[in-house]
């Protein structure tokens, strides 16, 4: 079982509140990796880190920052929530040098803000 | 249109049946393809990996690509209600470490 851990787990919260995601591994991955999930589409890349002091933006254009001071810390922060920010988000590590590269996934956090 | 294509179904199969899950794509690019499985209120975990075209097996499961066609298969075979959950297909370019993901494909195997 992956070694990946985020909190918390549930939220809900009002429009406006800053909220910050967090994200942690033990796995000394050098990648990290944000994603946000709604039912039934696909995963969508918000934030990727390849190592410390290392951050860049994903796919999907969001509100949202991350910060990578720590190897094994990813956190996800929202300055001002909004009710178009209700998803799941999902945090992955993954580490280069193998024949495959695997992506591990933790829980993932349901955020709802109202 | 999208570059990874995946039926979200549900797929409701009864136990034992051998399940066929498939996903195609648009990018000739990809080189690299993963199946994830995700159950209710977890992330998802790698079940596949393979490299270009041809077959690998593990188990129950069997991945199959075929990149003359652009598209890629997951059976599963005595198919058991711990089965349940959503199967993400996702792939990569050479040289890059960034997958992208299909919408899933809901299935239940029902006892």
């Known amino acids: 079982e992956a070694d990946i851990y985020q909190t918390p787990r549930y939220l809900v919260i009002g429009t406006g509140k800053k909220i910050t995601l967090e994200c942690s591994q033990t796995?000394?991955?050098?990648?990290m990796y944000w994603y946000q999930q709604d039912p039934g589409m696909e995963l969508h890349l918000i934030h990727y880190?390849?190592?410390?002091?290392?951050?860049e933006k994903g796919d999907l254009s969001s509100e949202s920052t991350v910060s990578r001071i720590r190897t094994e810390h990813f956190p996800l922060t929202l300055e001002s929530a909004r009710p178009s920010h209700t998803s799941q988000y999902l945090c992955?590590?993954?580490?280069?040098?193998?024949?495959?590269?695997?992506?591990?996934f933790g829980p993932g956090t349901r955020l709802l803000v109202l | 249109q999208k570059e990874v294509e995946q039926d979200p179904g549900p797929l409701s199969v009864p136990e034992g049946a051998i399940v066929s899950l498939n996903c195609t794509y648009s990018?000739?690019?990809?080189?690299?393809f993963m199946w994830y499985r995700q159950y209710s209120r977890k992330g998802p975990e790698l079940l596949m990996y393979?490299?270009?075209?041809g077959n690998k097996e593990d188990g129950r499961f069997t991945a199959q690509v075929d990149k003359s066609s652009k598209y890629i298969s997951l059976f599963i075979r005595d198919s058991q209600p711990s089965d349940s959950a959503t199967y993400l297909c996702?792939?990569?370019?050479?040289?890059?470490?960034?997958?992208?993901f299909g919408r899933g494909t809901s299935l239940i195997v029902h006892p």
């Open positions: 996702a792939m990569k370019k050479g040289g890059s470490y960034i997958p992208t």
């Open positions: 992955a590590s993954s580490e280069y040098g193998l024949d495959q590269e695997t992506q591990y």
């Open positions: 990018n000739s690019a990809f080189q690299y």
């Open positions: 393979t490299y270009s075209s």
């Open positions: 796995m000394g991955h050098d990648k």
């Open positions: 880190s390849y190592g410390v002091n290392s951050t």
